[in-house]
């Protein structure tokens, strides 16, 4: 999907919308967007992600203040009906893997695959990592606590990803042309697959990195979400809000992120903001 026609879902451009310089709420692509509530009371949620044919958010959260016990749950999207997730030791990772329409789920001790009809999730073979992300591009991809190490799961059995064996990563996430993207204490970084070579992209403080439905790449910080746009070689800021925890991208282009005690969903209003903050930077 080319990246127009992406920036189309949050521009909404048929809508007839009123300029305002005064705009000081949050604003994505000169919009105006309010916050809508999905879920309260939850405490840090992290790893969101999105089973497009279901509607379903997954997530983690945190079942302490000290943030030492963590927990998996979903929620639906169209009903807001929440439920917690059974099986897991330590649930943390969330991916869901579009194309066998499969859920996983990553604990202390592995990944596990999650049963709708059960509620339960099964530890699935050949993986038994403290697993702090998952990613899914053909694979599974996910990340080692507190090793930083990336893997690469299939056939039943995992190993470490070739390209990465040279250095550390919390969060790794593949674009469609199977660039690996990856962060770490240092920043955020890329390998670029056809040279074989790794960019720095900056000192970003990434919580979260996610795919959309075409798989186009998204990330937080704790101070916004960004996308990264591989055809014109630039990171580009989409908002600032303070106290990010996760980002994820719905079908229809909404923004869903998680805040220190919520998960919203930003909204599209009919006011346009003139906007004057700088919001990308050049990859390479």
């Given at each position: 999907?080319k990246?127009?026609g992406?920036?189309?879902l949050?521009?909404?451009?048929v809508?007839?919308r009123?300029?305002?310089?005064?705009?000081?709420?949050v604003?994505v692509?000169?919009?105006?967007h309010n916050?809508?509530?999905?879920?309260?009371?939850?405490n840090s949620a992290?790893?969101l992600?999105i089973?497009?044919d279901?509607n379903m958010?997954?997530?983690?959260?945190?079942?302490d203040?000290a943030?030492?016990m963590?927990s998996?749950?979903?929620?639906?999207?169209?009903?807001?009906e929440?439920?917690e997730i059974e099986?897991?030791?330590?649930g943390?990772a969330n991916a869901?893997?579009?194309q066998?329409?499969?859920?996983?789920l990553?604990?202390n001790?592995?990944?596990y695959?999650?049963?709708?009809?059960t509620?339960?999730?099964?530890h699935?073979?050949?993986v038994?990592?403290?697993t702090?992300q998952?990613?899914?591009?053909?694979?599974?991809?996910?990340?080692?606590?507190p090793?930083?190490y990336?893997?690469?799961y299939k056939?039943?059995?995992s190993?470490r990803?070739?390209?990465?064996l040279?250095?550390k990563?919390m969060l790794v996430a593949?674009?469609n042309?199977?660039n690996?993207y990856f962060?770490?204490s240092s920043g955020?970084f890329v390998?670029k697959?056809?040279?074989?070579?790794?960019v720095?992209?900056?000192e970003?403080?990434?919580?979260?990195?996610t795919?959309?439905?075409?798989?186009?790449?998204?990330?937080?910080?704790p101070?916004?979400?960004?996308f990264?746009?591989?055809e014109?070689?630039q990171?580009?800021?989409?908002v600032s809000?303070?106290?990010i925890y996760g980002?994820?991208v719905?079908k229809?282009g909404?923004?869903i992120?998680?805040?220190q005690d919520?998960?919203v969903?930003?909204k599209?209003s009919?006011t346009?903001?003139v906007?004057?903050?700088?919001?990308?930077?050049d990859?390479?």
């Amino acid at each position: 999907m080319k990246i127009l026609g992406l920036f189309v879902l949050f521009a909404y451009s048929v809508v007839a919308r009123v300029i305002d310089e005064t705009c000081d709420e949050v604003i994505v692509h000169n919009i105006h967007h309010n916050k809508e509530i999905i879920k309260e009371g939850i405490n840090s949620a992290y790893q969101l992600a999105i089973d497009y044919d279901r509607n379903m958010l997954f997530f983690s959260y945190s079942k302490d203040d000290a943030g030492s016990m963590f927990s998996s749950a979903y929620i639906n999207l169209k009903t807001n009906e929440y439920k917690e997730i059974e099986g897991i030791n330590g649930g943390f990772a969330n991916a869901v893997d579009g194309q066998t329409k499969t859920v996983y789920l990553g604990g202390n001790d592995g990944i596990y695959k999650f049963d709708y009809e059960t509620g339960k999730a099964t530890h699935i073979d050949g993986v038994n990592d403290n697993t702090w992300q998952i990613f899914i591009k053909k694979d599974i991809y996910y990340t080692t606590y507190p090793d930083e190490y990336v893997y690469v799961y299939k056939n039943g059995q995992s190993q470490r990803v070739p390209e990465m064996l040279e250095t550390k990563a919390m969060l790794v996430a593949l674009d469609n042309n199977d660039n690996i993207y990856f962060s770490n204490s240092s920043g955020l970084f890329v390998h670029k697959k056809v040279k074989n070579y790794v960019v720095f992209l900056g000192e970003y403080n990434l919580n979260s990195i996610t795919n959309d439905i075409n798989g186009n790449l998204f990330f937080s910080t704790p101070k916004g979400v960004y996308f990264i746009d591989d055809e014109s070689k630039q990171v580009k800021k989409l908002v600032s809000i303070d106290n990010i925890y996760g980002v994820v991208v719905e079908k229809d282009g909404n923004i869903i992120y998680a805040s220190q005690d919520s998960i919203v969903r930003l909204k599209p209003s009919k006011t346009n903001c003139v906007v004057n903050e700088k919001r990308s930077v050049d990859v390479i």
